[in-house]
């Protein structure tokens, strides 16, 4: 088994179709428009219709209305939300209770002290680590020190790990080896400009996760493995089926 890989930034139709056919396992759409990535709601639409069955489709929002978020990742049929913000508890819950989505939550990483942050966010379906940078929530395409990472396996009870920041077809296998997470996530690293895909790093990224041959020691807590279906897209398929 190898590490999972999901593929963030993107904004073309064409770019979510090479990451699935590369072996992506997520697709991950910057729904905040203040990004250099933000990806408009028809783009992000036409995504999420091609591929919900072949992938999970990921929304990221930062600090948005707690309404907003819910009537997006509804609207879209996404399966996963990932919250990249100042975003509670108890926001994150709520989020999962109205949409059906598995939510990931992130924390920048500026030292070890993170850990007990994440501590705090038990009940989300995954964590994801991303690199800090002041004033700028993510896509920094800087890495930091994965070390202190490696303490946490054998830990009882994670929430499965999503690895981000600064990761690139050179360092992914190494920072693999090290963290053993259950997904790395990547934009930046296999870009040739913010939101514009680079076929050659895009699969050689892919490739380089899979010459890793470890088992991640987390594992989800909750949904099915090849699960990528959410409530709304699950209440429509009732209605076309009645």
Not at 8 to 23: I, K
Not at 83 to 96: D, I, K, N
Not at 179 to 193: F, H, I, L, N, T
Request: glycine share 10%.
């Amino acid at each position: 088994m190898s590490t999972k890989v999901k593929i963030c930034g993107l904004r073309r139709p064409e770019d979510a179709a090479l990451a699935v056919e590369s072996g992506a396992w997520a697709l991950g759409m910057i729904m905040w428009p203040e990004s250099p990535r933000y990806c408009a709601p028809a783009e992000a639409a036409r995504i999420a219709d091609s591929h919900r069955r072949s992938a999970e489709i990921a929304g990221v929002f930062v600090d948005a209305k707690l309404d907003d978020v819910v009537g997006i990742t509804n609207e879209l049929g996404l399966s996963m939300v990932q919250l990249h913000g100042s975003e509670g508890q108890q926001y994150c819950e709520v989020v999962a209770q109205r949409t059906g989505a598995r939510v990931i939550k992130a924390f920048r990483v500026r030292n070890r002290s993170v850990t007990a942050e994440m501590g705090k966010y038990w009940d989300v379906d995954f964590h994801l680590l991303d690199s800090y940078k002041a004033g700028v929530p993510g896509g920094t395409g800087e890495s930091f020190d994965w070390s202190f990472l490696a303490e946490r396996r054998g830990a009882p009870a994670r929430v499965p790990l999503i690895l981000s920041g600064g990761l690139t077809p050179e360092n992914v296998a190494g920072a693999i080896e090290t963290v053993r997470p259950y997904a790395v996530d990547v934009a930046s690293g296999v870009e040739s400009a913010p939101g514009v895909k680079d076929e050659v790093k895009l699969r050689s990224f892919i490739e380089a996760v899979r010459s890793v041959a470890v088992e991640p020691e987390d594992e989800p807590q909750t949904g099915a493995e090849g699960e990528v279906v959410t409530l709304k897209y699950a209440r429509e398929q009732q209605r076309s089926q009645s």
